[in-house]
């Protein structure tokens, strides 16, 4: 009888299992502190709103020692005067502002004066380590024009509150939680009773390590959304969107940010055609070069602004 051999076994591939991600668990017990109400577009803001001038400006600040500095700033320039019509009206000015500053870990003290008779005002003090008090005023020798505000911020483990006191029976109250850990929900009421106003906002902002995104809506007829990518470690692209449903105005812009090793460049364009951009250049330790552009075509309006600053 021939000896039956059995067949020989076959090696098939492994077929590898497709990788399941789990989802992140999120400790909703844990979440992270938000940045305050007031603050939720500042990216947006960095990029988009440059302090941007028209003229020659010179400033310079001087150490007395580790938390007391001395600065001088001059300016020089056309100032922008008011007008019901579609023409600019610009008239030449110059004054110098003298500033002392104290910096300390838990209290900043910065007061102006200016040859126009302008006195400013700001002050930072930490209360606690969750509660903090700012303060800032302007007296003027305008009548009505003086003003002044408290802002008391409590910090919590995942939320923020805000309350504001201010001059002409102005009070105001802000709050933002931290729903997830790149979501954040707020919302805001004010009174203003020297002008028999009130109002009411709310605001949500999503932020990532390569994103942020805001919206903000408020019952004075404000709209405002803003969207900022960021492409690399120095440069970010922004957009923001802005509509007044009372008075119907639009306004949208992109612009950019740019940091290079010794500068830093940003710059805008919106719907209305107007143009503009905002160099610093770090020419040496403690010595920077400004300047600042903006083009109006509608308006036909050009800003030039060159400037230098002394000191850090």
Request: charged share 20%; aromatic share 10%; glycine share 8%.
């Amino acid at each position: 009888m021939a000896t039956l051999v059995p067949p020989a076994a076959t090696d098939f591939p492994a077929v590898s299992k497709p990788t399941v991600t789990e989802p992140e668990k999120v400790d909703y017990f844990n979440l992270p502190c938000p940045i305050p109400y007031e603050e939720i577009h500042r990216e947006a803001l960095m990029s988009l709103k440059p302090e941007l001038f028209e003229g020659m400006r010179f400033d310079f600040t001087r150490g007395l020692n580790q938390r007391f500095s001395l600065s001088h700033s001059v300016f020089m320039g056309p100032t922008e005067l008011p007008t019901q019509s579609t023409d600019v009206v610009k008239i030449p000015t110059a004054h110098y502002e003298f500033g002392a500053n104290f910096i300390d870990p838990k209290m900043m003290l910065f007061g102006r004066v200016m040859t126009d008779g302008r006195v400013n005002a700001r002050v930072r003090c930490e209360l606690s380590e969750n509660l903090a008090m700012k303060a800032n005023g302007q007296l003027t020798g305008e009548p009505h024009m003086s003003h002044g505000m408290v802002n008391f911020d409590y910090k919590g483990k995942d939320y923020r509150t805000q309350f504001q006191l201010g001059n002409g029976a102005l009070f105001g109250a802000s709050y933002i939680q931290s729903i997830t850990p790149h979501l954040s929900l707020g919302g805001e009421v004010f009174w203003a009773g020297q002008h028999r106003k009130s109002g009411i906002g709310y605001a949500a902002r999503y932020n990532t390590d390569k994103m942020v995104a805001t919206g903000q809506v408020a019952s004075t007829g404000m709209v405002a959304l803003g969207y900022v990518q960021k492409v690399s470690d120095k440069v970010s692209l922004a957009s923001d969107f802005m509509y007044n449903y009372m008075s119907r105005d639009v306004t949208a812009s992109v612009g950019y940010d740019y940091i290079l090793r010794q500068c830093r460049l940003r710059g805008k364009i919106d719907s209305n055609g107007c143009v503009a951009a905002f160099l610093e250049e770090r020419l040496n330790m403690g010595l920077n070069f400004i300047l600042s552009a903006e083009i109006d075509h509608k308006k036909k309006d050009y800003k030039f602004g060159f400037g230098l600053t002394v000191g850090e």
